[in-house]
């Protein structure tokens, strides 16, 4: 491996893993990764099943996200949970406006933006999903659609608080869908996103940041993707469910 950036790997479980599955799946793959020590290895579990997997990777390799979080710090929301009560659990990260949120639960651009401001804030590492949908691709909009989420979800970030931000790049066609942008349309957006991010802040903050691609990454499809230059990690869903297939991905060559 000889990537400029630390990579990052990211299993993000969605609505699966029941708090019992989840201590299962987590104690096979702590031996099947513990050796990797050249990349971040993060899992997102749900909010009932951060609790089991925090004890369960207490000591290792392995660091925790959350999927969602509320922005503000406390009080009447109720369903929502807060940066707080995520840092207490051990969370380091937090998935913020993931394209699922974004088209199922109402997320904007506005709130985007105030759940990245309010986990800086409070400590979490924001992992902020962007992507175009198939439609948008087809009419031409990829750059705008692109442009408009980079620039609306780090609305008000400082330059300090950029050098923690993860930027993960997910056409919501290749989501769940077996369809892999390939390694050069994947890279294309990377770069047009590390360009964005360049104008916004400046050459050292976008050099620096790393940008996962997700939809539908696999053991097999891993290794052309993390050979892009741009292309800094990976948000993986169906096949970060279980502990083989994860382990495969994390081991990347
Ligand atoms: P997938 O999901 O790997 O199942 O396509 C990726 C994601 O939504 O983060």
């Known amino acids: 491996m000889n990537k400029k950036r630390v990579p990052i790997i990211a299993g993000n479980w969605k ?28 899992l997102s579990p749900p909010f009932t099943s951060i609790a089991a997997v925090a004890e369960t990777i207490k000591g290792t390799n392995i660091g925790l996200a959350a ?3 509320h922005w ?24 913020i406006g ?9 997320e ?14 409070k400590g979490l590492l924001p992992i902020l999903c962007v992507g175009e949908t198939l439609a948008e691709r087809e009419a031409g909009r990829l750059n705008e659609i692109i442009s408009r989420q980079v620039t609306g979800g780090l609305k008000d970030i400082s330059t300090d608080d950029m050098k923690k931000v993860v930027i993960a790049y997910e056409p919501v066609w ?10 050069e349309q994947a890279n294309e957006v990377h770069a ?23 939809g539908s990454v696999t053991p097999e499809n891993v290794s052309t993707l993390m050979a892009m230059p741009d292309i800094d990690g990976a948000l993986v869903g169906g096949a970060s469910l279980k502990p083989e297939s994860f382990a495969a991905l994390v081991r990347f060559t």
């Open 67 to 69: 999927q969602n979080l």
């Open 72 to 95: 503000e710090d406390k009080g009447a929301f109720t369903g929502e949970i807060s940066a707080d009560m995520l840092l207490d659990s051990g969370c380091k990260y937090v998935i």
């Open 15 to 42: 609505m699966n893993m029941t708090a019992t599955q989840a201590r299962e799946l987590t104690s096979k793959l702590i031996p099947l990764v513990a050796n990797v020590k050249d990349r971040d290895i993060v």
């Open 174 to 183: 290749a989501i769940g869908t077996g369809k892999t942008a390939t390694p």
């Open 98 to 106: 993931h394209s699922e949120r974004r088209q199922y639960f109402g």
């Open 192 to 214: 047009l996103i590390r360009q964005k991010v360049k104008a916004l802040y400046s050459t050292d903050i976008a050099e620096g940041l790393r940008i996962q691609y997700g």
């Open 108 to 121: 904007t651009e506005e709130t985007v933006n105030r759940k990245v401001k309010q986990a800086l804030k």
